[in-house]
């Protein structure tokens, strides 16, 4: 793993969140490289799962182990200033935690630049090059087509995916909802979404057209 090392033309180093997924993929390694304190380390691994999760958390359970681990952090690393971005998620998460109508994982700008190669692709295949409204207004239409509920629906029963089992620690800081955490909870409903080839083709060509889908 390249760790503190500059990317290929001068675009910035190597220390993505990806490398930082890896490293906290096995804290038992990272604390024998790195020398620090493993269950400090454990804790952040759990911090950081619980609030990419798209589960609802507890900010009273979160609190309490935010303050615990501070508290570690004090004992082991008073010497070295609090980084700003790790004092902002112990400190101040849970209040942002409390304000959220929404799970902080589903708020992560992760789906959105996920979708920069698809807008290239896109607009080089899908658009027309005679003027910049016109292939602004075509790469609009065929995003609205890629986003229609039913081809995401049929998408999403044909290549379902197991969900990952979310760790003990982090279930212990989530809400109780009753429904398993380890089940694609949407999968029962999306097959009564599911379309035959022939009408999904008829639903991108209104789109393409600009004939409403869903007239009743």
Not at 182 to 190: I, K, P
């Amino acid at each position: 793993m390249r760790v503190d090392q500059p990317l290929p033309g001068g675009t910035g180093n190597c220390n993505t969140g990806n490398v930082a997924r890896r490293a906290f993929d096995d804290p038992e390694k990272l604390a024998r490289v790195t020398n620090i304190n493993l269950e400090l380390l454990q804790r952040l691994q759990t911090i950081l799962i619980a609030i990419n999760c798209s589960e609802m958390i507890d900010p009273a359970k979160f609190r309490s182990y935010c303050k615990e681990t501070w508290d570690l952090y004090v004992i082991h690393y008073k010497w070295y200033k609090m980084p700003s971005t790790l004092h902002r998620i112990l400190v101040h998460g849970p209040t942002i935690i409390e304000n959220s109508t929404l799970p902080l994982g589903v708020l992560n700008e992760e789906g959105t630049e996920a979708r920069n190669k698809h807008h290239r692709s896109f607009r080089a295949k899908h658009t027309r090059k005679i003027s910049k409204n016109a292939a602004m207004f075509d790469l609009m239409r065929y995003e609205m087509i890629v986003s229609d509920p039913k081809i995401i629906a049929l998408s999403k029963t044909s290549n379902r995916k197991v969900h990952k089992v979310l760790p003990d620690t982090v279930k212990a800081l989530l809400i109780d909802t009753g429904v398993p955490m380890e089940v694609d909870q949407n999968s029962e409903d999306l097959d009564e979404f599911s379309l035959s080839e022939d009408e999904i083709d008829e639903t991108i060509h209104r789109r393409l057209h600009g004939v409403g889908v869903y007239e009743d």
